[in-house]
T-cell receptor, first 115, second 113 residues
Framework: AQSVTQPDIHITVSEGASLELRCNYS??????LFWYVQSPGQGLQLLLK??????LVQGIKGFEAEFKRSQSSFNLRKPSVHWSDAAEYFC?????????????FGRGTQLTVWP | DSGVTQTPKHLITATGQRVTLRCSPR?????VYWYQQSLDQGLQFLIQ???????AKGNILERFSAQQFPDLHSELNLSSLELGDSALYFC????????????FGAGTRLSVL
């Protein structure tokens, strides 16, 4: 079965600083990969996805992620964090080419932004 | 707004009771997924329905059941509730052929007292 690991439970950055959230996946083949964000009291919003092709994918709200097959990683980045980015971020994977599209989620990384 | 609607937003009930959570998927989406989010287990997949048929089961307890109706809305039924069932329950929906992109509702927060 697939698994997703987010090594950092909590990250604190200053507003305007750069951000990188780590994600590693475990699967025999390259899965579909996703980053979701959850603000307090909200559902999960899709930030970006990787299916194939260009390993650097752009998402909403200025986020990007880079897929590295050699490291089984899909790290999320943002060059300059805004206070409104404070939220919990989830990395997820899904079977490629399957209609049984359940998502496997990491445990999440809570982002705190200092003013 | 994801287009996925979940009701109610909050539910408070007692142990041993039964509740029903409702989900309306995005217009045109055929697949509905249910997930449970708790502090100790994180986000866990419960069950998937596709066009009215059960497609996949995850860590769903026997006390829990779900169905998807002809109009594609779905209900998750939780019975003989225990304190440990307190959690946030999410519904998500997707279209086939879109790489399993799932759109999530705002969730139903269940508190079992």
């Amino acid at each position: 079965a697939q698994s997703v690991t987010q090594p950092d439970i909590h990250i604190t950055v200053s507003e305007g600083a750069s951000l990188e959230l780590r994600c590693n996946y475990s699967y025999g083949a390259t899965p579909y990969l996703f980053w979701y964000v959850q603000s307090p009291g909200q559902g999960l919003q899709l930030l970006l996805k990787y299916f194939s092709g260009d390993t650097l994918v752009q998402g909403i709200k200025g986020f990007e992620a880079e897929f590295k097959r050699s490291q089984s990683s899909f790290n999320l980045r943002k060059p300059s964090v805004h206070w409104s980015d404070a939220a919990e971020y989830f990395c997820a994977s899904s079977d490629r080419g399957s209609t049984l599209g359940r998502l496997y989620f990491g445990r999440g990384t809570q982002l705190t932004v200092w003013p | 707004d994801s287009g996925v609607t979940q009701t109610p937003k909050h539910l408070i009930t007692a142990t041993g009771q039964r509740v029903t959570l409702r989900c309306s998927p995005r217009s045109g989406d055929l697949s509905v997924y249910w997930y449970q989010q708790s502090l100790d287990q994180g986000l866990q997949f419960l069950i998937q329905y596709y066009n009215g048929e059960e497609r996949a089961k995850g860590n769903i307890l026997e006390r829990f059941s779900a169905q998807q109706f002809p109009d594609l809305h779905s209900e998750l039924n939780l019975s003989s509730l225990e304190l440990g069932d307190s959690a946030l329950y999410f519904c998500a929906s997707s279209l086939p052929g879109q790489g399993n992109i799932q759109y999530f509702g705002a969730g139903t927060r269940l508190s079992v007292l």
